[in-house]
């Protein structure tokens, strides 16, 4: 019996160290995003000062060409309209309009910006778009690979998409897209609303991020000394004369 109540504080003390190495390990990461999202933030003003640029010098540059500002003149395919499926704006549910642009130097997807969804799901908002050729100023966005659901709802255009992955969108409107999307500045032109984030979190909340994940590892060592100490108090008067 003796030995089954010294296992219990040993365990309970094997459990407070894993939990601490996890708050550890939870902070450090957080210091890692804060970096990244620092060194994010330098770029993104830095070329955000720049001149436009044009889809020639955009794939003449060498490296990671978001955020560069960026002009482009063309003609959308308005048979092939994209909806990005479930953006939330203000609490309200809706789609990221992605129409392709036909250019002098490739197709290209264009982000025209966030619309509401009308109120029942099998119902798709009517979208009409200019088909006269246009120039539109805009920035350079790279979209991420994520392996969520890439189902498509419709058989006809438009489509619902679950995420702008340009290799699967190019299998969609069978067309060869440059690596790249342009969201639109101006987006009320066209009645919709930019929704464009850039940084979605500031480098600023990981670090407040992290120093609570220290802290609350902190809060967990000094609290599992103490009743380690407590403990072995308790177990020195127990068996002492």
């Known amino acids: ?39 994010r933030e330098q770029q ?22 978001a955020d560069f500002p960026v002009q482009v003149s063309g003609t959308f395919n308005t048979n092939r309209i994209l909806l990005w499926d479930n953006r939330v704006v203000k609490g309200q549910v809706g789609y990221e309009v992605l129409v392709p642009m036909a250019t002098n130097y490739g197709e290209v997807l ?18 009409a778009l200019p088909t006269h050729r246009l120039t539109l100023d805009g920035m350079i966005v790279v979209p991420g690979h994520n392996p969520i659901s890439r189902e498509v709802l419709e ?23 440059l690596p ?21 979190m500031p480098a600023e909340k990981h ?10 590892a902190l809060a967990c060592l000094i609290v599992t000394l103490v009743a380690i100490t407590k403990q072995r108090k308790k177990h020195g008067k127990s068996i002492s004369p």
């Open 1 to 39: 019996m003796l030995l089954r109540l010294r296992a219990l504080p040993l365990l309970a003390a094997l459990l407070a160290l894993v939990a601490i190495i996890i708050m550890l390990r939870l902070g450090f990461w957080q210091l890692a995003r804060a970096e990244q999202k620092q060194v």
């Open 180 to 200: 790249y999307v342009v969201q639109v500045s101006n987006t009320t032109q066209f009645g919709f609303q930019n929704n464009w984030r850039p940084v979605v």
């Open 110 to 127: 264009i982000n025209l910006g966030w619309l509401k969804a009308p109120a029942l799901r099998e119902q798709l908002p009517a979208i």
């Open 207 to 216: 670090l407040a991020y992290a120093v609570q994940w220290f802290g609350l």
């Open 155 to 177: 058989s006809g255009w438009p489509k619902r998409i679950q995420q702008p992955d340009l290799s699967y969108v190019a299998d969609i409107l069978q067309l060869d897209i």
């Open 44 to 65: 993104l003003e830095q070329r955000l000062a720049l001149q436009p640029l044009s889809l020639q010098d955009i794939n003449r540059q060498v490296g990671d060409v």
